[in-house]
């Protein structure tokens, strides 16, 4: 990424990635782009319940959500209690499945292209990282 904070703001080009570059990188990038970064660090995520919690922890979700894949889905197409221009959310010690079964990660991962894919149409770019 020769400019990485332009290449955020750019909602053509948002989509979910494996992180190419390092935390602190993105971090800056995010923070230059004028976007909002949501953290979730997914260590102790043994299973949908823990990732759901970190999800929601990382977003500061509002009380109505609830410990299921529509609620994430509705919460990622929400945000409004973060106005921003675009969004990162940034997944990190996860390992390869993001502490999911296979089955798991196939909805969640839906459930982040749907996400990408509802911003697009709202003229905001919406990135899911990976590390």
């Known amino acids: 990424m020769s400019n990485p904070a332009l290449r955020l703001k750019d909602v053509n080009e948002a989509g979910a990635y494996r992180l190419s570059c390092g935390v602190g990188e993105l971090r800056d990038a995010v923070a230059q782009a004028g976007l909002t970064l949501f953290d979730a660090d997914l260590a102790a995520a043994q299973g949908k319940g823990e990732f759901l919690a970190a999800i929601a922890q990382a977003i500061k979700a509002p009380e109505w959500f609830g410990a299921n894949w529509d609620a994430l889905a509705d ?12 969004y990162v959310l940034l997944l990190h010690n996860g390992g390869e499945k ?19 894919s509802f911003w697009k149409s709202q003229g905001k770019p919406f990135w899911v990282f990976f590390c």
């Open 98 to 116: 993001l502490g999911l079964s296979t089955g798991e990660l196939a909805i969640a991962t839906g459930i982040f292209a749907d996400t990408v």
């Open 75 to 86: 919460a990622l197409g929400d945000l409004s209690w973060h106005p921003a221009p675009g």
